[in-house]
T-cell receptor, first 112, second 116 residues
Framework: DQQVKQNSPSLSVQEGRISILNCDYT??????FLWYKKYPAEGPTFLIS?????DKNEDGRFTVFLNKSAKHLSLHIVPSQPGDSAVYFC???????????FGTGTRLKVLA | SAVISQKPSRDICQRGTSLTIQCQVD?????MFWYRQQPGQSLTLIAT?????????ESGFVIDKFPISRPNLTFSTLTVSNMSPEDSSIYLC?????????????FGPGTRLTVL
């Protein structure tokens, strides 16, 4: 059973517009969520995180929103740039554990 | 953040053989992890590599198939034993930096393994 789901395998966005990547989870014990970006032939790079005590965290062009009641989080990138083209993974972990459960990823393509 | 390197970056191996993957970190870290990403799948945690003791394996992974060494706080190896084509994956090590108040892990570049 996939506890962390990214239902959109791919997304295309025009440069300068907003990219919204979505992630759903099923385990209510998850309390820390992260987004990673992965380029081909490289390991995942940490992007932004959010604790369950917050509903929003912002870092430059990247904002993560958390809706605990819906068990849903989203990553907003604005404005999108061609260099943002990559696979984005969301991940979740539970209290007192450093184990991540990853989603299957969404491939973002930002068109110039 | 910690700088992590892995060797080899990729390899093509024959069925039934074994491959040892190395992970080197530029600073001492207590927590080091090994993940697998099968084609089209998400990253799955194989085990937590503990310095000075046996690794802690996740459900579905066993020491005989994936023996792990952790001789010091900057280095670990993962061996994929008696390989079959189903072991074709990207294998990644990651670390959590000591003293970090956050839960982020930092990943190495990965080892792409193809088993024929």
């Amino acid at each position: 059973d996939q506890q962390v789901k990214q239902n959109s395998p791919s997304l295309s966005v025009q440069e300068g517009r907003i990219s919204i990547l979505n992630c759903d989870y099923t385990n209510s014990m998850f309390d820390y969520f992260l987004w990673y970006k992965k380029y081909p032939a490289e390991g995942p790079t940490f992007l932004i995180s959010i604790s369950s005590i917050k509903d929003k965290n912002e870092d430059g062009r990247f904002t993560v929103f958390l809706n605990k009641s819906a068990k849903h989080l989203s990553l907003h990138i604005v404005p999108s740039q061609p260099g943002d083209s990559a696979v984005y993974f969301c991940a979740a972990s539970g209290a007192g554990t450093y184990k991540y459960i990853f989603g299957t990823g969404t491939r973002l393509k930002v068109l110039a | 953040s910690a700088v992590i390197s892995q060797k080899p970056s990729r390899d093509i191996c024959q069925r039934g053989t074994s491959l040892t993957i190395q992970c080197q970190v530029d600073s001492q870290v207590t927590m080091m992890f090994w993940y697998r990403q099968q084609p089209g799948q998400s990253l799955t945690l194989i085990a937590t590599a503990n310095q000075g003791s046996e690794a802690t394996y996740e459900s579905g992974f066993v020491i005989d198939k994936f023996p792990i060494s952790r001789p010091n706080l900057t280095f670990s190896t993962l061996t994929v034993s008696n390989m079959s084509p189903e072991d074709s994956s990207i294998y990644l090590c990651s670390v959590r930096e000591d003293g970090s108040s956050y839960n982020e892990q930092f990943f190495g570049p990965g080892t792409r393994l193809t088993v024929l």
